[in-house]
Nanobody
Framework: VQLVESGGGLVQPGGSLRLSCVAS????????MGWYRQAPGKERELVAF???????NYADSVKGRFTISRDTAKNTVYLQMNSLKPEDTAVYYC???????????????WGQGTQVTVSS
C-alpha cells in the first residue's frame, strides 16, 4: 500500500493551497484518513482526520481555515487550506488506516510528506 501526497509549495500569508493524497496498492477497505504535520524542531501533530462515514475533526489551530474531505471511490483524501499563516509551515503527511483483505486487520500507512511553506 502506498500513499502519495501532492499539492504542497510556497504561498504567501493569507493564501490557499490544496493537498491531495492517493492511496494505492492492495486495498480492501480504508477506515479513517488524516493529515499530520511536522515543523522543524517540533513533534508531528494531527491537523485533521475524516472517518469512513465522512465525519471530520480538526486541530484547534486550523478550525475555520482548513477543510478535509475524501473521495472514497478514488481512495483519496484532500486538505483545503485557506488563510494560511507562517506558523502553518511544515511537512504535511497523509495517514490512512487500510485493510488489505478480509483476513487482515487495519494497519496504519503514511505518505512521504509534502512541504508547505507560508512566507512573504
Amino acid at each position: 500500500v502506498q500513499l502519495v501526497e501532492s499539492g504542497g509549495g510556497l504561498v504567501q500569508p493569507g493564501g490557499s493551497l490544496r493537498l491531495s493524497c492517493v492511496a494505492s496498492g492492495s486495498i480492501f477497505s480504508i477506515n479513517a484518513m488524516g493529515w499530520y504535520r511536522q515543523a522543524p524542531g517540533k513533534e508531528r501533530e494531527l491537523v485533521a482526520f475524516i472517518s469512513s462515514r465522512g465525519n471530520a475533526n480538526y486541530a484547534d489551530s486550523v478550525k475555520g481555515r482548513f477543510t478535509i474531505s475524501r473521495d472514497t471511490a478514488k481512495n483519496t483524501v484532500y486538505l483545503q487550506m485557506n488563510s494560511l499563516k507562517p506558523e502553518d509551515t511544515a511537512v504535511y503527511y497523509c495517514n490512512a488506516g487500510v485493510r488489505r483483505g478480509v483476513a487482515f486487520g487495519f494497519s496504519d500507512y503514511w505518505g512521504q510528506g509534502t512541504q508547505v511553506t507560508v512566507s512573504s
